[in-house]
């Protein structure tokens, strides 16, 4: 018995005996792979050490990116581009006379009250009647006709200041002057064409701007005067008539208005205007600026 207790190992001691072996084993397999780390970590050591010496300066990260890539895309057919034959343009002609062909035509009374407008002048007013006549192109763009009829009554101290610079009586001494001037009923014929824009579409309340140009033709009329003579601040009191005919060219008018629809075809405008002589041989010529109104049948 003793023999055999002490030749054979019993359970515990082979169990123990077992993981001896196993932690022998664990500790091999960890001392080889820190080895085997070791040479690798030596490895990559030496290996950038080597690499330090050819590493090129686009490697850099803070200048990475002025790096280009050598890649290039393969080229093949389907990648050119062919352009769309060109179409011919329309003529010019026909658009050009579409853009100009006539889309309506209007016609109609106007009437204004007139404000002759200067430092110089007083108690000034004026009112106008005429015809007038429109035609559309498109829908914005229109071109007008006009022929008015005015008068205007004003006073004045200032001789230049009358429109027309009539020719006055002599003053015999150099102490006369004119200290009033009294113009009634001088009457003025005007012809006019102008284009005008509307900024909305026909059959509404279209508000609109537009540039008239025309001449004016100032009819025979009376002037009242009186002349002072300083040396005895005595008056004298007297008339004259202009019997020619005057022209006045180049009349030009800004106006901007509002055109009312009452009817499909009937309409009613609005507008305030300024017009003045373009160029003038009188400087002192007043401007005029006043209010109209007209009512327009469309066909």
């Not at 110089?120 to 005429?130: E, V």
């Not at 284009?195 to 537009?210: E, M, V």
């Not at 601040?233 to 022209?247: A, H, I, P, S, Y």
């Not at 010529?285 to 209010?291: F, Q």
């Amino acid at each position: 018995l003793l023999n055999r207790s002490t030749t054979e190992p019993n359970a515990f001691e082979q169990q123990q005996t077992g993981r001896n072996i196993d932690a022998d084993k664990n500790e091999s397999i960890i001392q080889n792979r820190v080895a085997d780390n070791v040479e690798y970590s030596n490895a990559g050591q030496e290996h950038a050490a080597r690499t330090t010496y050819h590493i090129s300066p686009l490697d850099i990260p803070i200048v990475s990116f002025l790096k280009t890539s050598t890649k290039r895309a393969e080229f093949t057919p389907d990648m050119v581009l062919t352009l769309a034959p060109k179409r011919n343009p329309r003529p010019l002609g026909p658009l050009l006379l579409k853009a100009l062909k006539p889309e309506y035509i209007k016609a109609g009374l106007v009437t204004a009250w007139l404000y002759p407008v200067s430092p110089d002048l007083i108690h000034q007013s004026g009112f106008l009647i005429g015809v007038q006549s429109g035609i559309g192109f498109r829908r914005h763009w229109s071109l007008t006709l006009e022929y008015t009829y005015s008068q205007l009554h004003y006073e004045s101290s200032d001789p230049a200041a009358i429109l027309g610079a009539p020719d006055y009586p002599v003053v015999l001494s150099p102490d006369e002057h004119f200290t009033h001037l009294d113009l009634r009923r001088q009457a003025i014929r005007q012809f006019g064409i102008g284009l005008r824009y509307s900024f909305s579409q026909l059959g509404k309340i279209r508000p609109y701007a537009g540039l008239n140009w025309g001449n004016q033709t100032l009819m025979p009329y009376l002037v009242a005067y009186e002349v002072e003579l300083e040396p005895s601040n005595t008056l004298e009191q007297g008339t004259f008539t202009v019997d020619k005919t005057t022209r006045l060219q180049n009349i030009m008018r800004i106006e901007t208005g509002l055109e009312v629809p009452i009817s499909r075809r009937l309409d009613f405008t609005v507008e305030a205007f300024y017009a003045h002589q373009w160029s003038k041989k009188n400087r002192g010529a007043p401007g005029m600026t006043g209010i109209r109104t007209g009512m327009n049948w469309m066909f």
